[in-house]
């Protein structure tokens, strides 16, 4: 398999506190990009970093690439109850998506 | 907008039945695709369409087979269900037509066969 690898596997936190996921992929990219799911639902696009940008934000998200080391990290500021969620990286190129096996979030109120 | 939009959202089968999954989007959409999500395994691509009367096998399409009827619509059949594929099943829309692209997934079908 190409998939890459998510971690931590799960991640339980206080809100407000900030939480970390890293990404790891195996093959060359054109972008890598962020998903959210929230328990029983489809996936929600979050942010996308193309393969020669280091870092982006968005609100609360900052997302960083580092293509020499075939990784991604997704900071999530400030957490919230409602942040609870799964979170998957997908790493693409031109002829193929490859999504990792995800990072399980649960921000305690 | 009612965006990507799937049916049945749950379905039982027993072992050699066949179903067809709906998946349709209003987004005017060149790509469409299937995936299977299985617990701690994140989403496989089954299928992928780049455009109406296009399709290309993912990393598991065997047991699959898909239709593009037309630029909304990407149907996922399963000629004779097996257990192993008790899964969730998504269909997604983008939009030029490339793998790079933005994703937007429907609320997904759970398939249980016996």
């Known amino acids: 398999s190409q998939q890459g690898e998510e971690d931590p596997q799960a991640l339980s936190i206080q809100e407000g506190e900030n939480a970390t996921m890293n990404c790891s992929y195996k093959t060359s990219i054109n972008n890598l990009q962020w998903y959210r799911q929230n328990s029983g639902r489809g996936l929600v696009h979050l942010i996308l970093i193309r393969s020669n940008e280091r870092e982006k934000h968005s609100g609360r998200l900052r997302v960083t690439l580092d293509t020499s080391k075939k990784s991604s990290s997704l900071l999530i500021t400030a957490s919230r109850a409602a942040d609870t969620a799964s979170y998957f990286c997908a790493e693409t190129s031109y002829d193929k998506v490859i999504f990792g096996p995800g990072t399980s979030l649960s921000v305690i109120p | 907008n009612a965006g990507v939009t799937q049916t049945p959202k749950f379905q039982v089968l027993k072992t050699g039945q066949s179903m067809t999954l709906q998946c349709a989007q209003d987004m005017n959409h060149n790509s469409m695709y299937w995936y299977r999500q299985d617990p701690g395994m994140g989403l496989r691509l089954i299928y992928y369409?780049?455009?109406?009367?296009?399709?290309d096998k993912g990393e598991v399409p065997n047991g699959y087979n898909v239709s593009r009827l037309n630029k909304r619509e990407f149907s996922l059949r399963l000629e004779s269900a097996a257990p192993s594929q008790t899964s969730v099943y998504f269909c997604?829309?983008?939009?030029?037509?490339?793998?790079?692209?933005?994703?937007?997934f429907g609320p997904g079908t759970r398939l249980t066969v016996l």
């Open positions: 997604a829309s983008s939009g030029l037509g490339r793998y790079t692209d933005t994703q937007y």
């Open positions: 369409s780049a455009s109406e009367g296009t399709t």
